[in-house]
């Protein structure tokens, strides 16, 4: 079946450490792909997004992704994490390349700790 | 990028009750979607909501119970019917912007929902 998978429930991390947060999905064609944030009490903001050509994309606060073809993934990367980071953050396929409404992962909650 | 405002931002309401829940866009778009995020949860599709036509509802979802209006290309609302405990959630809209190239979903910030 299709779908979006994040692995990781939750993950801790200390501040100023690197983080790697991990999304797999399973569509045969390269769908549209996102990362967005929500933190607490707010809606989700947009970090990032890949729909085609260099495979590692900017986003904003920092963060960037990696899109593997041969691995279905799209990894979100941070190489040093700042307490404001702690939120949860949600994988996002848009399969059909923006007419149709996006299919979410479950979300990784991410702690930082001094 | 589209900017998009919910009211209310958050209630507190009596089981068998209704809420209106209304979402304000800062441009035209066409495409407009709600979904439902219940606590701890992700985001889960109620409804696509396209400007002349009826809204399109998912699985689990109907029209009586999460009745929907979208009179024109910035605004649309959605309605939670005789509520119950179990639809307290966040009840998110969403519209769909940007060029050919790639369009992108954002996402209002949310309507908290508590129903006693």
């Known amino acids: 079946a299709q779908s979006v998978t994040q692995p990781d429930i939750h993950i801790t991390v200390s501040e100023g450490a690197s983080l790697e947060l991990r999304c797999n999905y399973s569509?045969?064609?390269?769908?549209?792909l996102f990362w967005y944030v929500q933190s607490p009490g707010q809606g989700l903001q947009l970090l990032l997004k890949?729909?085609?050509?260099?495979?590692l994309v900017q986003g904003i606060k920092g963060f960037e992704a990696e899109f593997k073809r041969s691995q279905s993934s799209f990894n979100l990367r941070k190489p040093s994490v700042h307490w404001s980071d702690a939120a949860e953050y949600f994988c996002?396929?848009?399969?059909?390349?923006?007419?149709?409404?996006?299919?979410f992962g479950k979300g990784t909650r991410l702690s930082v700790i001094a | 990028s589209a900017v998009i405002s919910q009211k209310p931002s958050r209630d507190i309401c009596q089981r068998g009750t209704s809420l209106t829940i209304q979402c304000q866009v800062d441009?035209?778009?066409?495409?407009m979607f709600w979904y439902r995020q219940q606590p701890g949860q992700s985001l889960t599709l109620i409804a696509t909501?396209?400007?002349?036509?009826?809204?399109?509802?998912e699985s689990g979802f109907v029209i009586d119970k999460f009745p929907i209006s979208r009179p024109n290309l910035t605004f649309s609302t959605l309605t939670v019917s005789n509520m119950s405990p179990e639809d307290s959630s966040i009840y998110l809209c969403?519209?769909?912007?940007?060029?050919?190239?790639?369009?992108?979903?954002?996402f209002g910030p949310g309507t908290r929902l508590l129903v006693l």
């Open positions: 969403s519209v769909v912007s940007g060029t050919a190239r790639g369009k992108t979903q954002y």
């Open positions: 909501a396209n400007q002349g036509s009826e809204a399109t509802y």
């Open positions: 996002a396929v848009d399969p059909y390349s923006g007419n149709t409404p996006l299919v």
């Open positions: 569509y045969g064609a390269t769908p549209y």
């Open positions: 441009s035209q778009v066409t495409m």
């Open positions: 890949y729909f085609s050509g260099d495979t």
